[in-house]
């Protein structure tokens, strides 16, 4: 199985600032990675696709980059409407595994 | 609008059975796979498993921690995706989300993009 690790698991930042999430694969994903926002209570929102290509409606302050092992989400600006937590998951193979997340808080 | 609605959630017994129900509107149900995936109370996101549309076979596959026991299938006449739930376990306790599944253009899965808005299922004696 893929396993998927994300850093920091939390994150303190402040509205305005740049914020960047890692991602990693235990194995060669290609750039089949997803990203998606958690808040509680909500249900998951589709963020990033296909390591870079962002959904249709997510603002361009989010941002994916990486292929292989290694992948970034970056929030250029963060918004009061960010603070959540953030999941990585792969599309290479089963199980389809997600990262632990990565909880951006204030 | 383009929508998915989760329900069938309950308090039950370990050892017995519960079936989750994922209603489509909005899209052709028939284009996309269909995945479940859980949230257990202070854990993230967990993916259940996932069944493929018509087009590329109906096929089913399981995370190893649920195989055996859940069973995914699908009714395109009605829009609807199921979770059938046996043998249940204190541990399956948690949010159960369904999300409809893109392909790409070769007809491998790509992303979840639309997501229910979960439904709680409560395992205790």
């Known amino acids: 199985d893929i396993q998927m690790t994300q850093s920091p698991s939390t994150l303190s930042a402040s509205a305005g600032d740049r914020v960047t999430i890692t991602c990693r694969a235990s194995?060669?994903?290609?750039?089949?990675l997803a990203w998606y926002q958690k808040k509680p209570g909500k249900a998951p929102k589709s963020l990033i696709y296909r390591a870079s290509s962002l959904e249709s409606g997510v603002p361009s302050r989010f941002s994916g980059s990486g292929s292989g092992t290694e992948f970034t989400l970056t929030i250029s600006s963060l918004q009061p409407d960010d603070f959540a937590t953030y999941y990585c998951?792969?599309?290479?193979?089963?199980?389809?595994?997600f990262g632990g997340g990565t909880k951006v808080e204030i | 609008e383009v929508q998915l609605v989760d329900s069938g959630g309950d308090l039950v017994q370990p050892g017995r059975s519960l079936r989750l129900s994922c209603t489509a509107s909005g899209f052709t149900f028939g284009d996309f796979a269909m995945a479940w995936f859980r949230q257990a109370p202070g854990e993230g996101l967990g993916w259940v498993g996932v069944?493929?549309?018509?087009?590329?076979?109906?096929?089913?596959e399981y995370a190893a921690s649920v195989k055996g026991r859940f069973t995914i299938s699908r009714d395109d006449s009605q829009t609807t995706a199921y979770l059938q739930m046996n043998s249940l376990k204190t541990e399956d306790t948690a949010m159960y989300y369904c999300?409809?599944?893109?392909?790409?253009?070769?007809?491998?899965?790509?992303?979840?993009?639309?997501w229910g808005q979960g439904t709680m299922v409560t395992v205790s004696s």
């Open positions: 998951q792969h599309f290479t193979g089963y199980p389809l595994t």
């Open positions: 069944i493929g549309n018509r087009v590329y076979g109906g096929t089913t």
């Open positions: 194995h060669n994903i290609g750039n089949w």
């Open positions: 999300s409809r599944v893109r392909y790409d253009s070769r007809g491998y899965l790509e992303a979840s993009d639309i």
